[in-house]
Nanobody, 121 residues
């Protein structure tokens, strides 16, 4: 059974930094794309950043130059380094991974439970 677990959220002042981590575990054959999404109160969930297994990276415009996504394929882990945080970055951040658990299964999206990031002004 596959598990995706985030960590690293919290409360920080504007201009500060946080680092989110997300580890996938359990029966995993391979992982393709990994990414971070966020959802603020009253808003739709949006893609923040994504990274392919080969390292191709995509960011939403609002975080370019401030956030950095990276991954460790050996550890099935993806990270999000968030610098120069702004109050508008406040949201629940979710990890997403495109995983194939075994040769007998197909690829599926797996989500973490979410971690709260709050940026005070």
């Amino acid at each position: 059974q596959v598990h995706v677990v985030e960590s690293g959220g919290g409360l920080v002042q504007a201009g500060g930094s946080l680092r989110l981590s997300c580890a996938a575990s359990g029966g995993i054959l391979s992982i393709r794309d990994m990414g971070w999404y966020r959802q603020a109160p009253g808003k739709q969930r949006e893609l923040v950043a994504s990274i392919t297994r080969g390292g191709y990276i995509n960011y939403v415009d609002s975080v370019k130059g401030r956030f950095t996504i990276s991954r460790d394929n050996a550890k099935n882990t993806v990270y999000l380094q968030m610098n120069s945080l702004k109050p508008e970055d406040t949201a629940v951040y979710y990890c997403n991974a495109d995983i194939r658990p075994s040769f007998l299964t197909t690829w599926s999206d797996y989500w973490g439970q979410g971690t709260q990031v709050t940026v005070s002004s």
